[in-house]
């Protein structure tokens, strides 16, 4: 299949930047000295998720169950789901799993964990823990290095779980000395700590000033986007994935109608919606559901009803999950159509 | 099943609500003397589609062709879809569908009409037409009355092709004047207007003024939203969807953390990002993809981790298309579990 043949909209992955991209961010880590722990939340693919690992990644990321259960049913193996799992279907599925594969969860509180211990024991499963530690975006995790200790200490006294260490996101240079110190009040405490689990694409450059590091976790530098672009970490040869659409309406000279909108590319990040590609000066300057605007006014040439117009999205990782599919293609040919297995799996 | 086993995150339909929605715009348009085609994209359900219909719909609006297809497989008839349709691949399926079913199409072109007539010729089908006019937005639809007419002539006569009227988007009272025009000037030149389609949930309460106006299309109307509060156009008690989630981490006493994010509720709209219902005060500040931050500070009661926190969204047509199913309640029993058949059909 030529890459002329897909319809619009749809999903275009280059496999050759797609390649590049997860030896690139391999070999970063290597040379650091850190495992590598590619998040899968960004394609949601299996085989994707399968050539990170062979490229020598320690395992894999998930931020849902459902996903660590498309991922394991794959044959994928040591995974870490980082997310607080609470409620007792999410319980049941998770003890499930955690006989079907090497699987490690995060958690920040005893409420959390408590529940996960006694359905561990009740399902006679292990769950394998790491202490979350919050590191300045003020999401999940604790506040502070004393309430971390505390939270490892809870976990690793009660049955049914098994304390690994400790996780935080982002990482960066601002968060190094308190996961220094973290490291450090583990040690102080007896606590076990082979995993030490960071995170971030952006920030993924700085993962050697983070002293203790073991792993670290990136999503969305195997396809990269707009918002790497913005932060300085990728350019546009780095971004593998692109929207292709179709113009279908003309109807004034400045303006043309792309057919794809926020259930194309969501409306995640700032306006321009996208980088256009192909059509230099022509910017996507709103979206509704299935149409995108593309101002053309300053465009020379411009497009006409009919051609296909490229969009580097704004947020890669939410663009994938509203799509089915993606078209893996090698120059202008379709080398593969990947089904996107974890789409819509936010449970 | 009752209620509270439903897992989070997850779309919960009241059915009661949803049933008075449909009957009191169903009643509106009867009152206007104007036929009521919904717009399915905002619930992609094949059976709320037909509950639609029985309450007196003259049939449905589709805006893409995969979710014509998967209306018409499942038995709905008179379809309008309301969208350029460019290309070999999607003229084809447009011919096919134009054989099963009472299809008509929408198109502000020569370009456009003349590939659908050629289309239609191959392929010995007709192709019912209505020419669109631009009312205000500025997105597709011609520009002027005059340009609406040459259109409209140049469709009725091409061959394959058969013009049935003009449809614009939005409609409204500053439309209205526009509207009245095109009608008289479609008389003048003796085209056929046997339909003059209107649409928009907001300004469905001002179709009665919109003379000539023969249906009315609106999506939002059998869910509402946060937009359509904001609008003036619902209440609270109006918005049949919910997304259900729960609290899944508490690290400070002003935040706690639900198990919902961009991928759950898309990012449309301004903050804060939907309404939270039950606990007066919260407020959903921030989005990541799979979680939401809530501010808790002025809230009393504050809710706890595994409390559930129900949230109106603030554009339901992009969340429920995010979704694999919609679960029907009646008060706290599921009565229904719908796969949102239609989502993610972009094509």
Redesign the interface.
């Known amino acids: 299949m030529h890459i002329d043949d897909i319809?619009?909209?749809?999903l275009v992955l280059d496999l050759d930047v797609c390649e590049r991209n997860i030896r690139k961010f391999q070999r970063l880590f290597d040379e650091y000295g850190i495992g590598f722990r590619p998040h899968i939340?960004t394609h949601k693919i299996p085989e994707l998720a399968r050539w990170q690992v062979d490229a020598g990644a320690v395992g894999i990321t998930c931020?849902?169950l459902g996903e660590v259960e498309v991922m394991a049913n794959a044959g994928l193996d040591n995974i870490l789901l980082y997310?607080?799992?609470?409620?007792e279907?999410?319980l049941e599925r998770l003890c499930r799993l955690s006989h079907e594969c090497d699987l490690t969860v995060t958690a920040?509180?005893p409420?959390?964990t408590d529940a996960m211990g006694a359905a561990a024991v009740k399902q006679g499963a292990v769950i394998n823990v790491l202490a979350e530690l919050?590191s300045f975006i003020?999401?999940?995790?604790?506040?502070s290095v004393a309430e971390l200790v505390n939270l490892a200490r809870h976990i690793d006294r009660t049955p049914g779980l098994n304390l690994r260490g400790m996780a935080t996101y982002p990482t960066s240079r601002q968060s190094a000395d308190r996961i220094a110190e973290a490291v450090q009040a583990f040690d102080q405490a007896g606590l076990n700590r082979e995993i030490v689990s960071g995170g971030g694409t952006p920030t993924a450059f700085e993962a050697e000033v983070v002293e203790g590091l073991t792993e670290h976790r990136a999503g969305t530098y195997i396809f990269m986007d707009r918002q790497c672009i913005d932060r300085g970490v990728a350019t546009e040869a780095d971004c593998a994935l692109q929207v292709l659409t179709?113009?279908?309406?003309?109807?004034?000279s400045h303006?043309a109608?792309i057919?794809?909108g926020?259930?194309?590319f969501?409306?995640?990040g700032d306006m321009p919606r996208g980088i256009v590609l192909d059509f230099p000066g022509a910017e996507i300057y709103q979206t509704?559901?299935?149409?995108g605007?593309l101002d053309i006014g300053n465009c020379d040439p411009k497009p006409?009803?009919?051609d296909r117009i490229r969009v580097i999205p704004n947020h890669v990782?939410?663009t994938v999950?509203?799509?089915?599919q993606v078209y893996g293609c090698r120059g202008n040919e379709v080398e593969r159509v990947w089904p996107v297995a974890a789409?819509?799996l936010?449970?």
Chains 1, 2 share one sequence.
């Open positions: 319809d619009t909209p749809a939340k931020q849902k997310y607080n799992i609470v409620g279907p999410k920040d509180t409420v959390v919050n003020d999401r999940t995790g604790v506040p179709t113009v279908v309406s003309n109807p004034v303006r109608i057919d794809g926020t259930k194309t969501s409306a995640d509704n559901e299935e149409h605007y006409s009803i009919g990782c939410v999950n509203l799509h089915n789409r819509g936010v449970q």
